[in-house]
C-alpha cells in the first residue's frame, strides 16, 4: 500500500495489505457492480468525466457540508449557552459542565460501530437521515433537562446517533470521487466546522440581544433553533442524497455508469454489504493506522478544549460577552481558509499531503506556546495565537483522506475509519478535563494541553514522511 509522499513501510503484512488490494476491489455482492462490469470496455473523455464530476458537487457536495455543519453546530451549542446562563440555570457545580461537554464523546464512541455497520448494511443517506432526524430531536429536549443528570443521559444519547456523520461521510466521499479529487473535497466539506462556528456565533449573538428574562430563556431558545433546523434537514438527507453513484438520480444511465468507472481507478472498493475478516485484521496491524490513531488522539485534546470552551477562554481574556461571540467567528473562519488553502495544495502540487499537514501542525504547536507563555496582559497577541490553533482542521481531514483514497477494500477502510474515530472520541472527551475552573482566567493547564497534543501529531505526522 502506498502514501504519496511516503516511503512504503516494509513489514511481514505487506503482502497481506496488497491482496487486500487486488482482491476486494469489486465483488458481486458490491454496491455498484453492475455498472462497473458495464463499464470495463469503455473509455471516458475528459468532457464527460467533468460533467459527472460538476454534477456530483452541486448535488452531493453541499449535502455533505451542510449535514457535517449541523452537526457541529448541534454538538457544541453548550459552548455558546454557556454564555446564555446555561450553567447558572442547572446549577452546575465543580467539573460538571466538563463531563457535559464530554458526554457526547462517549456516547459517539459507542454509536460508531452500530452506525457504521448500518451504513455498510443499508442505503447510507437512510441511515444518516434518521440519524440527523434523532439527535435534532435530542437537541430539542435538552430544552427540557433543568438538572445534571437529566442533560448528561440526552448528550450520550445524542452523541450515538451523530455518530453516523463524519465516519459515513468520510466513507460516502470515496463512493463519489477519485484518489485525487478526494483531499479538496473533504477539506470542503470539513470546513463545514468554520461555516457552523460562524453561523452558530451569529445565532448567538442575536440571542444575546434579547432580554435577559426573555421566555423562553436564551439558551433554551438557541437550543430549539439548532434543533429544528436539523430535524427538518434531515428530510432533504432521507429523501434527496443518493447512496451512491450507481443510484443517483441526478445522473442518467450512462453518467452512473462513468460514476462508477471514475472510482474504479482508486483501487479502494466500492460499498460491499460482506465484511471480510481478513481487511479488518490488517486494519488493525496496518502501522500507517497505527500512526493516525496516535495523531488523532493527541490533536482531539486540544479539539476538544477549543470546540467546548473557546467561548470561555475568550471572554476571560477580558472580552465582554457581545464580542466574545464575534470574535469567535474569527477562528471558525480560520478553520475554512486552512482547510480550503490546504486542500488547494493537496490538489495540485503531486506529494503534499503530508507536508502540508505537518505545516499546519507545527503552525499550530507555536502558537499554543504562545498562548502558553505569553503574558496575560498581551490579550490581543493571545487571542490570534488562539484563533490560529485552528488550523489544526487540516491535520484531522489529511487524516480522514488517507483512509479514503490510500487504504484498499472496504471493510480495511471502515475498520481503520473505527479506529480513527475511536481516538477522535476519547482524545475530544479527555479535552474537556484539561480545563480547570480554579485556573482561570489564564487557563495554564489547558493551554499546555493544547501544545503537547499538538506537538505529538506533529510527530506522528513526521513519522509517517519517513
Known sequence: MHIEEATPVQSPLRDDIEEAKASSI??????????????????????????????????????????????????????????????????LKGQQFNYLSAMVYAGYFFGQYPCGWLVGRFPAQRVLGVSCLMWGLMVIIMTQCHTFPSALGVRFIMGIFEAAVTPGLTLMTGFWYTRKEIPLRQCIWYSALGWGGIVGSYISFGITKLPVNFSPARWELLFYILGGVTCLWAFVIFFVLPDSPSSAFFLSKSERIIAVKRVSGNETGIKNKAFDKKQGMIAFTDPKAILLFISVFAAAIPNGVVNSFSTIIIKDMGFSQTMTTELKSVGDAVVIVALIIGGTITLNVPNSRLLTSTAANILCTVAAACMAYLPREQKWQRLVCFWLVNAQSVGFTVSLVTISSNMAGYTHRAMANA???????????????????????????ATIGLLVGYAIKAGCHLSLLE
Not at 419 to 445: D, H, I, Q, R
Request: charged share 20%; proline share 4%.
Open 419 to 445: 479506529l480513527v474515530f475511536t481516538a477522535y472520541c476519547w482524545g475530544n472527551f479527555a479535552g474537556p478535563f484539561v480545563v480547570k475552573p480554579s485556573e482561570a482566567p489564564g487557563y495554564k493547564g
Open 26 to 91: 469489486y465483488e458481486e455482492n458490491a454496491v455498484g457492480y453492475k455498472e462497473y462490469r458495464e463499464g470495463l470496455h469503455i473509455d471516458i473523455t475528459a468532457k464527460e468525466d467533468a460533467k459527472v464530476r460538476w454534477k456530483i458537487d452541486l448535488v452531493v457536495l453541499p449535502i455533505f457540508l451542510v449535514t457535517q455543519a449541523l452537526q457541529f453546530m448541534d454538538k457544541t451549542a453548550l459552548n455558546y449557552a454557556n454564555l446564555l446562563g446555561y450553567q447558572e440555570t442547572l446549577q
